[in-house]
């Protein structure tokens, strides 16, 4: 069987991915059908995906192994999620010069409102119920900038959701489910997607909190918003002075909220106050 060939391009790499076991070739296009190009030059980033003898799968790059899984009950959840990070791990390789940061990004207007938190704070939650309320997608978990000028570039893949959204914020009917995740395609999110670099407007750290019921806003000072941006910098050795010098560039050159979520539009619609004023 010829494998299914899909070139994508992410921050001006070019990648391709030969995909010879056709289980999970439809994970592949739904979860980066927005970085899709047609062939057009060599790749820069080089991936053979096919099934193993025992039922699971692997990952090359290049000749060599990058990813192995055995077979298991919840193996499309674990391909992608495997698949993804190592394709984040090695755009960090490829692209030293930028900043990634485990956030989601979000523009209103021409301005980006960076969303932080730690893995299942309700991040990627809050990033879509936030795109009924007039903010744009660049991203759900993975806000990239030039340390220098504060652009953040968009990273468009499939929003991708632990749990149904509460409230009125229903998923679409196209939405790709795994043993433990939702993916909402790119084109069905309700608002628009951002594929330029954007101005950073603005950064909110998300936590909960159980007594946050309305949701609570404060401002943090440029050195307690330095602190929790590094906190959750992926590639901090890659930059000069371990990439503290970034973080403190970044977080004092627009504002910086500590949010403490409460029910889920409230949290929502005080984003959006946050912003329409800012």
Known sequence: ?????????????????????????????????????????AADMDYTVEGSDDGGFRVRRGDQIALEQENDPALPY?????????????????????????SAALAYGDRVTMIVAESGTGKSTTAWALLSHGFDYLSDELAVLEPESCAVHAYPHALCLKTPP????????????????????????????????????????????????????????????????YANTLNALAHPAKGLEAAVSIASAVPAY?????????????????????
């Open 258 to 278: 500590l949010l403490e979520a409460g029910e889920l539009r409230a949290t929502c619609e005080l984003i959006a106050d946050l912003r329409a004023g800012g």
């Open 78 to 102: 674990l391909f992608i999620y495997g698949f993804e990070k190592l394709l984040t791990i090695d755009l960090q390789r490829r692209r030293p010069d930028l900043y990634f940061v485990h």
């Open 166 to 229: 509460p409230g009125p914020y229903p998923l679409p009917e196209t939405v790709t489910r795994t043993e433990r995740t939702l993916h909402v395609p790119v084109a069905d999110l309700p608002g628009r997607t951002v594929f330029d670099p954007r101005a950073l407007g603005a950064i909110v750290f998300l936590q909960r909190s159980a007594g946050a019921d309305p949701p609570r806003c404060t401002r943090v000072s440029p050195a307690e918003a330095s602190a929790r941006l």
């Open 1 to 41: 069987m010829l494998p299914t060939e899909f070139h994508f391009r992410i921050f001006d790499q070019r990648i391709v991915v030969r995909c010879r076991d056709p289980r999970f070739n439809d994970l592949l296009l739904v979860n980066y059908q927005a970085f899709r190009q047609s062939e057009d030059a």
